[in-house]
């Protein structure tokens, strides 16, 4: 065999070096890559955390017949299927969500109710509209110790009714399966609503909120769990013990939770509790 030339020795040499930093090169890209991969796959489902509320709402615009749009939000049922009537649950927020972000209404009680567990076990639609600053969903003076219901309903109420009808017509709403809940200013709408709309809610869970006791004649049958902190000095307890002592006088079966240690804040601890919802979700109006 011929022995090779010092240029062809030379030559064999550098296209070694080539071929091994060639394939040095690609070995370093197919690691990155893998690692790059890796690093973008998401975690499992079972481990991923709760939705964000604000994700999970879908933000809309209802304009009523008074002319005055109301901002809310929207969630849908888990698994919908055309044809299907679903639940409706109607969430009223507190006086420090109010203004026209559509947003402030899901600092509290939101994201228990887009929780995944919840939504697969009892599909359904869930509303929280946004009441604008400076209004009310019920014109009442919350510094009083009583308060009578008003002769007509705020905008924002009579909006709120207009936007569920037309739900009910058009969304696949079981017209026997809606239900009311509020914290605080959306306690006090919560009473006002059953009291202007008795025969349209098939439960009602008004929390650290206030009514009329001349009302509950108007739904005394109506499933109702009220829910305050003893040692609240905003809306004080009292305001839900006459509603309750009212309802327990004409006949109602009302459960009453009063909290002995909480104060204005009653609505997490009960929206966390997952036998609230079981509580809710089983109750149905008598059809009319």
Same mark, same amino acid.
């Given at each position: 065999m011929l022995a090779a030339s010092p240029k062809g020795q030379n030559r064999n040499i550098i296209r070694r070096l080539f071929l091994r930093s060639t394939f040095a090169a690609i070995a370093s890209l197919s690691s990155t890559n893998l690692n790059l991969t890796m690093a973008q796959d998401p975690e499992p489902a079972a481990t991923a955390p709760n939705p964000d509320p604000y994700k999970a709402f879908e933000p809309r615009e209802f304009v009523g017949t008074n002319g005055k749009p109301l901002k809310y939000r929207l969630?849908? /049922?888990?698994?919908?299927? =055309?044809?299907?009537?679903?639940? $409706?649950? $109607?969430?009223?927020? +507190?006086? +420090?969500? !109010?203004?026209?972000?559509n947003?402030?209404? %899901?600092?509290?009680?939101?994201?228990?109710?887009?929780?995944?567990?919840?939504?697969?076990?009892? =599909?359904?639609?869930?509303?929280?509209?946004?009441? /604008? #600053? #400076?209004?009310?969903?019920?014109?009442?003076?919350?510094?009083?110790?009583?308060?009578? %219901?008003?002769? @007509? /309903?705020?905008?924002?109420?009579? @909006?709120?009714?207009?936007?569920?009808?037309?739900?009910?017509? #058009?969304?696949?709403?079981? !017209? #026997? !399966?809606?239900?009311?809940? +509020?914290?605080?200013?959306?306690?006090?709408?919560t009473w006002d609503a059953i009291a202007r709309y008795p025969n349209f809610f098939a439960a009602a869970a008004p929390i650290c909120g206030g009514g009329d006791p001349k009302t509950v004649n108007k739904f005394k049958s109506l499933p109702i769990w009220c829910f305050h902190g003893a040692k609240d000095s905003v809306v004080k307890a009292g305001r839900s013990r006459e509603m309750v002592e009212a309802l327990k006088a004409v006949g109602s079966n009302i459960q009453y939770t009063e909290y002995p240690e909480l104060q204005h804040d009653s609505w997490t601890v009960t929206y966390a509790n997952p036998e609230f919802y079981d509580w809710l979700f089983k109750q149905r109006r008598e059809s009319q």
């Open positions: 969630i849908k /049922p888990v698994g919908y299927k =055309p044809g299907k009537k679903y639940p $409706l649950v $109607l969430f009223l927020h +507190g006086a +420090g969500e !109010r203004g026209d972000d947003a402030a209404q %899901l600092k509290h009680a939101a994201k228990d109710l887009c929780n995944p567990e919840l939504r697969t076990k009892y =599909p359904a639609y869930v509303v929280a509209p946004q009441c /604008p #600053n #400076n209004k009310k969903w019920s014109e009442v003076d919350w510094s009083k110790d009583a308060s009578e %219901l008003p002769e @007509t /309903p705020s905008d924002s109420m009579q @909006t709120i009714k207009e936007l569920l009808d037309d739900m009910v017509e #058009n969304a696949g709403i079981d !017209r #026997n !399966r809606i239900y009311i809940t +509020g914290l605080s200013m959306g306690g006090y709408g």
